[in-house]
Nanobody
Framework: VQLQASGGGLVQAGGSLRLSCAAS????????MGWYRQAPGKQRELVAV???????NYADSVKGRFTISRDNAKNTVYLQMNSPKPEDTAVYYC???????????????????WGQGTLVTVSS
């Protein structure tokens, strides 16, 4: 099982960018999925999270600008970043809090599953 993040890059302040994170493999279900970020010299922080039912929660710093969504059929979570600011520059990571995988011996849960990061740079 893999979480593959994509969509990062260089964007001007006030522009827009969309991140995607697709889970691949023999997946039975995924509970909450989220986006976290880590700026240079700072700790990783929550950006947004979405439950399997569509409930969302955002960091105060991105409320009103970023939107998290998911496509359960595609096991994919998205982060629409509108009006980004230079302080949004960071490596963005996707996370699945509980991922249930089909294996030859049955279902297996993986907790706190991380994808690789994708760098977002916001220029002023």
């Amino acid at each position: 099982v893999q979480l593959q993040a994509s969509g990062g890059g260089l964007v001007q302040a006030g522009g827009s960018l969309r991140l995607s994170c697709a889970a691949s493999g023999s997946i039975f279900s995924i509970n909450a999925m989220g986006w976290y970020r880590q700026a240079p010299g700072k700790q990783r922080e929550l950006v947004a999270v979405i439950t399997s039912g569509g409930g969302t929660n955002y960091a105060d710093s991105v409320k009103g600008r970023f939107t998290i969504s998911r496509d359960n059929a595609k096991n994919t979570v998205y982060l629409q970043m509108n009006s980004p600011k230079p302080e949004d520059t960071a490596v963005y990571y996707c996370n699945a809090d509980r991922l249930v995988e089909r294996t030859p011996s049955g279902l297996r849960s993986e907790y706190d599953y991380w994808g690789q990061g994708t760098l977002v740079t916001v220029s002023s």
